[in-house]
């Protein structure tokens, strides 16, 4: 009887949707807990970073106050333009749950659920746009969540504005995918996720419109762009600078105005020798020549490019083309040093060409099942554990190693280098405001300039 009632409340459109959230709730906290099981975090320099830049946050908004664009707090003291040149306004998931609890370990951890609630979610957006069957579209979301590269940005690099970027490059593809059918609605998800990203990351928003720039130029010249299609980009164009005025004005008047030490600029390839012996071992500890997507996914990618000899027709088979072909360039096989000297060198490592690989996988594996009238709930279920024991395990390993040095380095001598770098990166919340201060970086200081 309770049962007959309980299906007469809700029909069966709001049953789909609370197992789809219940799946995206349990989704991304899986993603979450492994890496703050033992009530540590295994923090990295750019994790430290990233610390100083959400205690200045937390500390301006207690206060009553907008951030400022300078950070006096962590890096030494020393006042780093962080807040100018690295937009925050999507941090404010980590902010809020800071201003809201009183442990800053706990609000931190909150921060990285609610990140991959919104990964999560994005990817299956865009995965529900693209097939109606639902066993694809639960594998779409799981292959791009569960990307081991994913996991690197989140909890080896702890590169948390890249992070911000892999989770909102769904809603850029999804945008697209809609204008290129004609649909209005492509304009509002194409400047939402743009403008996302660009409240998050300067240089993945530089990535990424380059990305869409060679979409729709390949789109061209295939002579399937028209005047729409062009009118609805532009709109796009015009909401996200509306909707990124705050974040990018700071980011130019702070570059025009003021002389800053740059990043160093580089462009450190993959080594395929480092990359395949760490996907073999699950290893994604953080290397700028070793980052991969894990063995899973790699694997499907491969499988993908092998399908291409067999199956001739298909959107799927582009996809895959784009995939594999960015895969290769970011390797070190290609002459990198001749790019020296130009624009290319601010992206630093082609490891971040690997974002945009994961969602090329993921559409190519969509619109390929799609293609196949793919309906095999036992090996969907089988390839989805497959793809989330790989995520996870890597997570998990990085997380006991990180403990093991601690223990590690527990009966020695703290004044030695290497042993206060174990203490200091297990972070917990005895230490947590000890790691705020911990790094200074060149990057983004004011440059003296002597004057002859």
Known sequence: ??????????????????????????????????????????????????????????????????????????????????????PWLTMMIYVIPRLLIQSPMLAFALGFFIMN?????????????????????????????????????????????EAFGYAFLPLIILGLFKIWN??????????????????????????????????????????????????????????????????????????????????????IGLDPNNEFSRILSNDITESATGAHMGIAITFILIYLLAQLLSKATGSWRYWAIGAGSIFILAQNWLPTFKLINTPATLIQFTMRFLTIVAVGTTISLILYLNHNNWHTTSTTIFISLFVIIIGLTGVIQIHRQNQKNYLSSLPHDSSSAAVHQFRIRHLTSKNYYENIDRMDVPDYHSRIVKLS
């Not at 299906?7 to 979450?32: D, E, G, M, P």
């Not at 320099?45 to 664009?69: C, M, T, V, W």
Request: proline share 2%; no cysteine; hydrophobic share 50%.
């Open 1 to 86: 009887m309770l049962a007959m009632r309980f299906k007469r409340i809700l029909t069966s459109t709001q049953f789909k949707a609370i197992v789809t959230t219940l799946i995206i709730l349990v989704l991304a906290f899986i993603s979450t807990y492994p890496a703050f099981t033992g009530h540590f975090f295994a923090l990295s320099n750019d994790g430290s970073i990233h610390l100083a830049r959400l205690e200045s946050l937390y500390q301006a908004f207690k206060a009553g106050r907008l951030p400022s664009l300078v950070n006096f707090i962590g890096f030494k003291n020393n006042g780093v333009a962080m807040n100018a040149m690295y």
């Open 182 to 267: 004609r649909e209005k609605s492509g304009i509002f998800w194409l400047s939402i996720g743009m403008s996302l990203v660009a409240n998050s990351h300067v240089l993945s928003l530089v990535i990424f419109t380059i990305f869409v720039g060679i979409l729709e130029i390949i789109r061209l010249f295939s002579r399937k762009i028209d005047l729409n299609e062009i009118k609805y980009l532009m709109l796009s164009v015009g909401l996200t600078i509306l909707m990124s005025l705050y974040s990018l004005l700071n980011v130019i008047d702070w570059m025009l105005h003021n002389k800053m030490v740059s990043p160093t600029p580089g462009l």
């Open 117 to 161: 609630i919104i990964t999560v979610t994005n990817s299956y957006l865009l995965a529900k746009y693209l097939s109606h069957n639902r066993l694809i579209t639960l594998l779409g979301m799981i292959t791009y969540q569960f990307n081991a590269y994913h996991f690197q940005l989140m909890y080896t690099r702890v590169a948390i504005g």
